[in-house]
């Protein structure tokens, strides 16, 4: 995962065993050294076995790239290549380095363990991207994500192929890159966490050796408080600011020219900082209030004839692109940005829609879609994997228009994420988004898909990403030295309300500050075993309630659930992590209950009391609802089973 | 864990708030600052709250050293301290910055999740160590561990009060620290994987932020091919030599003046590398037979009337002894070291046992006890937890001679671990040792030990040792991407062979460079599951088989076992690091149907058939024998229930 392009499957199997030797022919460079030095670790970690090749031997796998890369990488750079397998070596082409790294990660994937040993399968795979950006938003405004954490995820990256790690590095909560013309930014604009330059260029240089681009996005003028901190002049509004904020949303004052010296210094210095040829100004969700409440701007925007804030911001980002060309960069912001007095270089990030994404391409703009791919939206991994960068709007499209839509970003905001959880967050669902952006568009087999992400998952976790092992790590704290196995029932079949309901529900903004260490915080985006328990009862119903491997399965698992809250019911009451789950686990025990007795009708082709119909329909109604921020997601199928349980008809 | 040596019990509770913060008074001190720096965020991990106390308020934890620590940690230096803990706050006071640091330890292992928050009992403990001297020694030359592994057992060494690291630094298999001087030494003698003098530096300093000293060793004249590779001039044969080796066990010659001319640059070099006061020099299992080989070393015996191999060694000692000193060190060795023509103030430490610790004392020689502290050998924990320094032969001693009684070290010999399992090797266990060396000498419950050290367990895989997480991995690579929990069930009841079983059984040398990578490398030391099932079954037949909690527990684990070969059985068989477990897994099976048929029969006060015992002693014998290096640890209270059955009688 992605699958590749083309996959044509050989006979026999390559072991993997102590004698297994990397040679690189045709060009040597760091970058792909390095590669190669990394892949061998990460291949001996995979398999536990330590390799040591005899002086000389005949390589397992030659990698062979044609030219070198530039040392900055370059958007459409060539990614493609070939890999063969035999039962008697492997051999990896590719134009370049590149190339040559993502075949690296597919022989990595082709690795399984076999009754002789760990093995990859002959085959002969030639592939390369269908979209050449293919990226990852992480937002480390609203909550820091420390260098260690991001570099695993690049890893993670790697492994599935994405190649431009979108760095949204400042907004209303949090100023994290170190500006050394206006240190206040982060000194006054941040809690105190914040990147050094040094450690901005470790990333950037780590990215590289992965082929993976870093885009950095200082959102402007909008999401712009944690500016204003140190700086109260840019803003449009008196202030005084403060980062927990509240209050309407404050935004750049476009209107005076000392905000523009100021943006002439700052993209300069970090315009040298970011080697991409990309830079991200943001541009997204101006409300306009500050704006109105300013009569200043008010009559700056008579004065030079605009008519709203719409015009206002179309001229600020005119001027802002001014000042990034002439930093050598090319400008990417957010649909709002989409006006027809900017240059048509310019890159479109959708996050509304394929509509306007069409719409920019249409009008000559080249354009990324994220609307689809918001991992903290909690979605199913299916979900994300439906949304395709051309369909929708975008199918319509002229092959012209099309080829301006450059690929896609999914996209990790940070309003509920540490980083002990974000792993979990963004893995493995991100896989299968990946897999979107590389991947033939005919590539849709949901099935397919889940079964390849689960191995891709496991591949990840003993490359070192967390997001198994932090949820173990977090149920346990919930539930201090007590055994946690009747947790672990509860916490595999709920899933966190979904979209924007966790901060729907607060009413209020959100406390950047408070803990995250709840169930809704360790429970996965999605429940596998909710997900394999709806499949069963669809199948057994498909099969007339006569799959009895199916039915096994759904009456294990409902027992499971109904005998549990008794054991879990304790361990809840006993801490102030738990016991808003009390509610839960009773809701579950009940489904478990109200499931096996539906099953008995059904095993007996009785049909249900009435009474007990109206009793069922309640507590599947209760056990709807959300507790503590959590979903209990076996509900629907347990529904299914009552209502198919209550057509039989007597014979 | 390790028990305070004074504990007083309060009452109430301090609640752990995001509003929690600590405050220094008395001595500031770098390491001190440092210590609390880390406490606060381990303390920040283990209840996921990020702190955010408010300016100006009332410190939650006040700490209060009396006077700073010396640049260079000391042996006896003061680590006692109090703690005190109330509903409204808490203090810790210490002579010294090291005492402290022992309080913040103390302080983290109080807190826990309850009904209303995190919180610490109320609580005033008075505490200092039992042993000045608490150690581990790990031995990195057989199987080479990287910096960042040992530094993760640095933290858990702290948080168990242990205070030296005993680095094994140098063996027949690999040289491992570099000597500028000597650059063959590691070179040639290691397989290219060492530590820079940068990088022992820095682990020195992180060891000392956490009041551990580094006692570095250098093991001679035996235990030393790996020196011989680069520097064959120093051998008592002609070689050649590799580090494989094969053969009889090389030595260095004593006999001629170059071999002290390399040592007094040697060891002046290490000298400066290595601040502690003290220099271990090895000094163990000198077979003498490369010396017995070499007529001009035995010339030399005579020469100087000298009676055999021994006195030769001892000759050596002394000189060596008259280096160490002249750089300002102090001595430390092995038993065999221990000759009246050395000074008093060398340390010999016992591998032999309590018997030579007391000879030696009796002598005047002060020494340290390792005997039984081997984690190596595979002990229950309840084993090593019985054996004490002063007991046996050391219980005999005079009040003086008791005093020049250290302490003892732990031992991690490194034959059969990698840095992927060693933490698993070391961890929980080496807590209970810790303990033995900290606490009172009348602290020996094993079931509060077994209940503590679970506690311990568990927060120092928060702190971020893997000895629970690495099982999980390894499990997981040797079953690829099938569920794993039948294949848990199975790793829950088994232990490697004890003692030195896995490397009698090779009948040749080890292969160190073998994978490590099955189900004997990825086995806990200790089952918990068979110990607890044990205590069930003794519990069950005390009671006159009336105990129905013990009774159901242990018909649960029977059935469990029972049926889960039928679901082990085809991933087994799919993999080829688990195929040579198809055999345990049956034995497991048929031992749980076993027993549950002895359960029966006592249930039924029915006596057993004849020929049924007849077959079951025969199941037990087989179950009994190791398979791949496995131990099935349920064995024993199997057959008791089965013997049990066996004794009733009809009335």
Known sequence: MPMPASVQSGSG??????????????????????????????????????????AGATPTLTIHADHGRDAIQKLGEDESYELTVSDSGAKIDAPTPLGALCGLETFLQLVTITPNGFA????????????????????????????????????GMAAVKMNVLHWHLSDDQGFRAESKKFPKL????????????????????????????????????????????????????PGPYTLEGGGIDPAIDPTRESTYKFL???????????????????????????????????EFIKAHGMKNNQDLQAY????????????????????????????????????????????????????????????????????????????????????????LILGGESCQWAEWVTPENIDSHIWPRNAAIAERFWSPQSVVDVNSMYARMHAVSLELESLGLMHLAARRQML????????ITSLKVLANVVEPVKDYARS????????????????????YPESDTARQFGEAVQQFIQSGYKDEAAEAQIRTRLLLWRNNDAKL?????????????????????????????????????????????????????QAKKPVAGLLLQVTEPVEQLVQAASKITVH
Do not use: C
Not at 144 to 151: A, H, Q
Not at 270 to 297: R, S, T
Not at 476 to 483: F, I, K, L, N, S
Not at 580 to 608: C, F, H, R, W
């Open 13 to 54: 199997q390559l072991p993997i065993t102590q004698s297994f030797s990397v040679a690189v022919t045709g060009t040597h460079e760091v970058s792909l050294d390095a590669g190669v030095q990394r892949f061998t670790k990460q291949l001996s970690q995979l398999t536990g076995i330590p390799f040591r090749p005899a």
């Open 120 to 155: 990859a399968p002959a085959v002969t795979i030639k592939d390369q991207p269908r979209f050449p950006w293919r990226g990852m938003l992480i937002d480390v405004s609203r909550h820091f994500i420390p260098i260690d954490v991001l570099k695993r995820n690049l890893d």
């Open 186 to 237: 982060t000194g006054m604009g941040s809690d105190g966490q914040f990147y050094t330059q040094d450690e901005i260029r470790d990333l950037i240089s780590y990215a590289h050796d992965r082929g993976i681009r870093v885009v950095p996005e200082f959102d402007m003028p909008g999401h712009t408080r944690s500016w204003f901190l140190g700086y109260p002049e840019l803003a449009s509004g």
């Open 264 to 298: 002439e210094t700052f993209i300069a210095e970090m315009a040298k900082l970011f080697p991409d040829a990309y830079f991200h100004i943001g541009g997204d969700e101006v409300d306009g209030k500050q704006w109105d409440a300013n009569p200043k701007i008010q």
């Open 316 to 403: 600020f980002n005119k001027r802002l692109e001014k000042i990034v060309t002439k930093n050598h960069k090319i400008m990417v912001g957010w649909d709002e940005i989409l006006h027809p007095d900017l240059p048509k270089n310019i890159v479109v990030q959708s996050w509304r829609g394929q509509q306007s994404l069409a719409v920019a391409a249409q009008q000559g703009y080249r354009g990324l879609l994220s609307y689809g791919y918001y991992l903290d939206l909690m979605w199913p991994t299916s979900r994300h994997y439906a949304v395709d960068p051309m369909s929708g709007a975008a199918a319509n499209l002229t092959p012209e228009q099309k080829a």
């Open 476 to 483: 346990q704290r919930m539930a201090g030295t007590a055994d």
């Open 504 to 523: 729907d529900t607060l009413q209020r903004p959100i406390d950047f500050h408070m803990p995250l260490n709840h169930m809704i915080d360790a429970a």
């Open 569 to 621: 019911h304790p361990l809840l009451e006993q801490s102030s992590l738990l016991q808003e789950n009390v509610p839960i686990s009773q809701n579950l025990a009940m489904l478990g209950a109200t499931g096996l007795q539906a099953l008995d009708y059904l095993d007996k082709g009785q049909p249900e009391p009435d009474l007990w119909k109206t009793q069922q329909a309640a507590v599947i109604e």
